[in-house]
């Protein structure tokens, strides 16, 4: 039987490509619908708006860490397609956070 830190990294590894691709369109989707308003800015919603940009930021950050805990991608996980694409998705995403910050 499979240990639970094991069984832990096998269920990160089905979830996490897809939950870094939502955060990085969401987070390019509202930054972007924001800026196309031709709402007035004002001070608070100049606030809110950057206040929500640093938490999805810092959830993007939030899941690269748990990549990282993960120890993904993982060369003991026999489909290495998924694998390759995991590496290529962690690292595209890390290089669009570190343009961001």
Do not use: G
């Amino acid at each position: 039987m499979a240990s639970i830190e094991t069984q832990t990294r096998k269920d990160i590894a089905c979830f996490l490509p897809e939950a870094i691709s939502v955060a990085l369109e969401s987070y390019r989707y509202f930054t972007q619908d924001q800026i196309t308003k031709n709402e007035a800015i004002t001070p608070k919603t100049f606030k809110e708006h950057h206040d929500a940009c640093k938490v999805a930021i810092a959830h993007i950050e939030l899941l690269l860490k748990l990549a990282r805990w993960a120890e993904l991608p993982d060369p003991q996980i026999e489909d290495q397609d998924k694998q390759k694409q995991m590496s290529e998705m962690i690292e595209r995403a890390q290089q669009e956070l570190n343009s961001l910050t």
